[in-house]
Antibody, heavy 120, light 110 residues
Framework: QLQLQESGPGLVKPSETLSLTCTVS??????????WGWIRQPPGKGLEWIGS???????YYNPSLKSRVTISVDTSKNQFSLKLSSVTAADTAVYYC????????????WGQGTLVTVSS | EIVLTQSPGTLSLSPGERATLSCRAS???????LAWYQQKPGQAPRLLIY???SRATGIPDRFSGSGSGTDFTLTISRLEPEDFAVYYC???????????FGPGTKVDIK
């Protein structure tokens, strides 16, 4: 059974960089059938896609966040990571990692999510 | 960018009743690229429907999806107690390439 697990600091200071890692178990991140993605959800609000990455390192990002986002992959560790720079309180959210089915373009497996709070 | 609108914002129903949730897109969406998710408090979203009408693995057949173009519908034929949750639609677009989610419909107990 595929599992995804987010990890990283739960508290980040304003203007600093948020860094999270998603560890994939029960399957290979190097599968040609899938991309991998990050989605976030501010408290009490809806879902926002941040960006996605292929095992080769190919990426695409939400245009509204593109200038601040970097997503990378480490196939040797079966992990992919998110960096979001110059954070503000508006970046406070639960951050989810998920597997993206490239054929039908939907997110079929999700991590449990991790709350990141931006505060001094 | 394609914007998704969901209605109603909240749907108050009783167990056993039929729920009809709407997702409307600002531009035409390929049916292949429209999905629905269920989210319960404190949990990650769960994929229900992909390709507008295909149920994901393990999803009961009381859940069904339909629609095309700009209008899509999620129907729950008979609400079970575990179905009270928030439902989101999601689309994939190629220009610009990426995903957008609707604002969600909350189905709560009447």
């Amino acid at each position: 059974q595929l599992q995804l697990q987010e990890s990283g600091p739960g508290l980040v200071k304003p203007s600093e960089t948020l860094s999270l890692t998603c560890t994939v178990s029960g399957g290979s991140i190097s599968s040609s059938s899938y991309y991998w993605g990050w989605i976030r959800q501010p408290p009490g609000k809806g879902l926002e896609w941040i960006g996605s990455i292929y095992y080769s390192g190919s990426t695409y990002y939400n245009p509204s966040l593109k200038s601040r986002v970097t997503i990378s992959v480490d196939t040797s560790k079966n992990q992919f990571s998110l960096k979001l720079s110059s954070v503000t309180a508006a970046d406070t959210a639960v951050y989810y990692c998920a597997r993206l089915d490239t054929a039908m373009v939907h997110f079929d497996y999700w991590g449990q999510g991790t709350l990141v709070t931006v505060s001094s | 960018e394609i914007v998704l609108t969901q209605s109603p914002g909240t749907l108050s129903l009783s167990p056993g009743e039929r729920a009809t949730l709407s997702c409307r897109a600002s531009q035409s969406v390929s049916s292949s690229y429209l999905a629905w998710y269920q989210q319960k408090p404190g949990q990650a979203p769960r994929l229900l429907i992909y390709g507008a009408s295909s149920r994901a693995t393990g999803i009961p057949d009381r859940f069904s999806g339909s629609g095309s173009g700009t209008d899509f519908t999620l129907t729950i034929s008979r609400l079970e107690p575990e179905d009270f949750a928030v439902y989101y639609c999601q689309q994939y677009g190629s220009s610009p390439r990426g995903f957008t989610f609707g604002p969600g419909t909350k189905v709560d107990i009447k």
